[in-house]
């Protein structure tokens, strides 16, 4: 099939950026987007033009790096995948295809599709861990009971790869589905009590320093995430971060 | 507690407190209205009840106000806030594939109600105010002394064609404001977790009976006076 692009094009973090059209032809609808991003590329750089940078790795759904907003949706129109797991046959000969990066005050351009998401990093750093004897009698951790119903909300929770298609998609730019999946890992399993107060706490105090926007329940990020992390997270943050607040203030 | 109110979540916290204190004054509000549609003389007795009790006058009323005024004021300040939290718009957003148009459009269903809610204060409650504390009539008599004014005031208001058609979209737009709204006050304090699809349908069911009972009164009114 033959597509016309419309890209968003920026030198750098400093660059005003513009959205750029490019033609492309003869894509296979077996074609991941990224390969066909690859075959832009190819016809960019044969002819001297620097190439579109955008974020991928393992092109394969798990690590997260991909985050083209394709069509006015994060991931594009596909659901539960990710921008390198979504196909060319959601797309027609002869359309259209806006591409953009991820939007938001919190996540800043640095190049063409490439945002800087090490804001996720630093909410991570503020709590989104446990502590674990490592003194070299570290306990097996089957040796903690913990119920069936519980160990599969935590791992739901944990599916989160921190895409930051939740913020992408959200007209507030929340980070709350991420947070709140981080937040929930930990807080449905007995490891993460010693830490649950002062995590809640500094993951959201983080939150709102990097800039996020504050969730209005709109449930955007939920149909977007590739991972199905539920707004009922968003729900046990709440709850948590209030439970927190009346133990220590 | 203060850190906690300051945090992005207890604002949410705050707001959905602020909603949950409309929610049941819309209930109380709609109970005493619907009267008016069964019996002149129950409405003008609650009427007069309301308007002339001390503890509602001067303990309710001014929390009703503030729970109002805190409402929306917290509504424009959480979207701008959020506004600014993306520099840059999309080109190109599709937002009808992932949420409800109610849910992105609560600040302009607000905007209508809180247009209303102007409109509201100048058709009864400026009135009212004239009437029993400027001219210090708390009799809540007619003018001519034979029974209670409220009914009366009530059925001559909803004689315009236009005041009636203004207030019938008013509580529409209300409906689609509560059709997000009701579940998202919910959402936000943590109490769906378990129980998101109940939460739904409750909401649903709220927010369109009890607008539909005040734009049953009006038009009652309207066609019978
Ligand atoms: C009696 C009238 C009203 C009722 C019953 C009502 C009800 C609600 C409810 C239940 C919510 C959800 C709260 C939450 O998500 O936590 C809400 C949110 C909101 N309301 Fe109202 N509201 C009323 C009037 C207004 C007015 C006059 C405005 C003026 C602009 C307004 C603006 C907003 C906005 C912007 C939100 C979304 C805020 C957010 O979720 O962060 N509302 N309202
Ligand atoms: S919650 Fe979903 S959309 Fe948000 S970062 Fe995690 S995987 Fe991505
Ligand atoms: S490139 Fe790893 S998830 Fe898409």
Redesign the pocket.
């Known amino acids: 099939m033959n597509l016309t692009l419309k890209i968003w094009r920026q030198k750098g973090p400093q660059d005003k950026g513009k959205m750029v059209d490019y033609k492309v032809s003869d894509i296979s609808e077996h074609m991941s987007f990224l390969e066909m991003m690859d075959v832009l590329n190819e016809q960019l750089v044969n002819s001297g033009e620097e190439p579109v940078a955008f974020d991928h790795d393992c092109r394969e759904g798990i690590c997260g790096m991909c985050s083209l907003h394709i069509n006015g949706e994060a991931h594009g129109p596909d659901r539960g995948i990710t921008t390198c797991q979504l196909h060319m046959r959601m797309f027609k000969d002869g359309d259209t295809i806006t591409i953009e990066p991820w939007r938001a005050k919190a996540f800043p351009v640095i190049k063409d599709l490439v945002v800087d998401r090490s804001a996720f990093e630093r909410i991570q750093q503020a709590g989104g861990y446990i502590s674990v004897n490592t003194s070299g009698n570290t306990q097996d951790a089957n040796s903690i009971p913990i119920s069936k119903h519980a160990a599969d909300e935590a791992m739901d929770a944990a599916a989160c790869i921190g895409c930051g298609a939740c913020v992408a998609s959200c007209k507030n730019s929340s980070a709350m589905l991420f947070v709140g999946a981080k937040v929930s890992q930990f807080a449905l399993l007995p490891q993460g009590q010693v830490e649950a107060t002062d995590r809640v706490k500094n993951m959201v105090a983080q939150m709102d320093l990097e800039g996020f926007g ?1 969730c ?2 709109t449930g955007a990020c939920e149909v977007e995430c590739p991972k199905g992390i539920t707004l009922e997270n968003i729900a046990r943050m709440n709850r948590e971060l209030f439970k927190a607040s009346l133990i220590k203030f | 507690m203060s850190g906690f109110f300051n945090s992005s979540i207890g604002r ?1 916290y705050a ?2 407190f602020s ?2 204190f ?2 049941i ?2 209930v109380i509000h709609l109970a005493v209205n619907i009267t008016s549609v069964f019996s002149e003389d129950v409405f003008n007795d609650l009427s007069h009840f309301m308007g002339t009790n001390p503890l509602i006058q001067f303990g309710l009323q001014p929390i009703l106000i503030f729970g ?1 005024v805190f ?2 004021v ?3 300040v ?2 701008a806030k ?1 506004k600014s939290a993306r520099n840059i718009k999309y080109a190109r957003n599709n937002g009808a594939a992932n949420s409800t148009w109610m849910s992105r459009n ?2 302009y ?3 209508v ?2 247009a209303f ?1 102007v409109l509201h204060f100048i058709d009864f409650w400026i009135p009212e105010l004239n009437t029993k504390y400027v001219q210090g009539d708390m009799s809540g008599l007619l003018a001519d002394g034979e029974g209670f004014r409220y009914f009366e005031e009530l059925q001559h208001k909803f004689v315009n064609p236009l005041r009636v058609g203004a207030y019938v979209i008013a509580f529409i737009l ?1 409906a689609l ?2 059709l ?3 579940t ?2 919910f ?2 304090v943590g109490a769906t977790m378990g129980r998101q699809k109940a939460m739904k349908n409750i909401g649903k069911a709220y927010s369109i009976l009890i607008p539909l009972g005040f734009i049953v009164v009006a038009l009652f009114h309207h066609f019978n006076h």
């Open positions: 504050n209005t329940n | 949410k707001m959905a909603a949950f409309l929610i004054f819309l109002v409402h929306f917290m509504g424009f959480l979207e959020n609560m600040i269903s607000g905007l109600i809180l809610i209300l404001h509560l997000h709204g009701f998202s006050a959402q936000s």
